[in-house]
């Protein structure tokens, strides 16, 4: 189980990294030329949304079954890594990411949608950036 897993969650970054900037331009472009929020930005949204909650999944099985999560080793900074900053980090973000789309669609006008989704994501993208284990992190991870 972790043997499969832990690439999945590691692969599954890209896929949300990518929907998340793909809502980012699009939205930022939507405020920018002022033109009306469409079905496909409604769809690339919901998308950023599962590719999020599935991560948030597969995030949380790993957070059963990895050796990196241990309670009372405070001493190695991976077990922290893991066990408190990323994960902590990351239902934030996510949290962040599902606010951008529910408040985004309660927004009255085009704009307030647009503004919505594009601060929340900017919010969710930056976090995420930062709980990443990227190679070059002091806890790193390869990229894929
Ligand atoms: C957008 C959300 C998330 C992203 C982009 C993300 C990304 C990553 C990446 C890139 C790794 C390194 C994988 C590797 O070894 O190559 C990792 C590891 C890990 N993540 Fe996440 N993660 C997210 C959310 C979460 C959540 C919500 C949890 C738990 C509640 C979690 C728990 C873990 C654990 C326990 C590991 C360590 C796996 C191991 O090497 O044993 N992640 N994550």
Do not use: C
Not at 121 to 132: G, N, P
Request: glycine share 4%; proline share 4%; no cysteine.
């Amino acid at each position: 189980m972790y043997g499969i897993l832990t690439p999945i969650h590691s692969f599954l970054r890209w896929a949300v990294l990518l929907l998340l900037l793909a809502v980012i331009f699009k939205s930022l472009h939507g405020l920018i030329s002022k033109r009306s929020f469409s079905k496909s930005d409604d769809k690339m949204s919901l998308f950023m949304m599962i590719s999020a909650h599935t991560q948030l999944l597969v995030g949380i099985i790993l957070y059963f079954v990895s050796p990196f999560v241990q309670f009372g080793n405070t001493t190695d900074k991976e077990v922290r890594f893991f066990t408190m900053e990323h994960s902590t980090m990351m239902i934030v973000a996510i949290v962040f990411m599902t606010l951008a789309r529910i408040l985004s669609k309660k927004g009255k006008t085009d704009v307030a949608k647009f503004r919505r989704l594009f601060i929340f994501s900017l919010i969710a993208l930056l976090i995420i950036f930062m709980a990443i284990p990227w190679p070059f992190s002091p806890i790193s991870r390869p990229w894929f």
